[in-house]
């Protein structure tokens, strides 16, 4: 597993880009929009560092009910060689809340989200 970057939720593209361009951070690509997830993403680098902000369409309410909350920084997310067989050692440990998914902000390869105990989310990549 290789850490590859932290999920940040947003209501506004602009003016969080605009923070983030203080730190030295710049807009990779445009938005990409994901009607699978139900989510627009805007991802910034900073060198290697990478950050993802996920703006949740109206009808995804489990993350605009963590807007609401002001959870910004929501999600770590790892790439894994093989999706399949991580969820199946670590699933125990975790509640799978979305299942493998084609996410189109990695050209189509399959990501899922788990949730820890203490309700903090982390996504897998098929690298």
Do not use: R
């Not at 900073?46 to 993350?63: F, Q, R, S, T, Y």
């Not at 959870?71 to 299942?99: M, P």
């Amino acid at each position: 597993m290789k850490f590859h970057h932290i999920g940040y939720l947003v209501n506004n593209f602009n003016s969080v880009i605009k923070e983030f361009k203080k730190f030295n951070y710049k807009k990779k690509k445009s938005i990409i929009t994901d009607n699978t997830l139900k989510v627009q993403i805007q991802f910034l680098t900073n060198g290697d560092n990478i950050i993802e902000l996920v703006k949740p369409h109206k009808k995804n309410i489990g993350l605009i009910g963590l807007l609401k909350k002001k959870n910004y920084a929501y999600h770590f997310a790892y790439k894994v060689k093989n999706l399949d067989k991580t969820l199946a050692k670590i699933q125990k440990n975790f509640k799978i809340i979305v299942n493998p998914s084609p996410a189109k902000a990695f050209n189509n390869k399959k990501v899922a989200f788990l949730k820890m105990k203490n309700g903090f989310i982390i996504e897998l990549i098929q690298s």
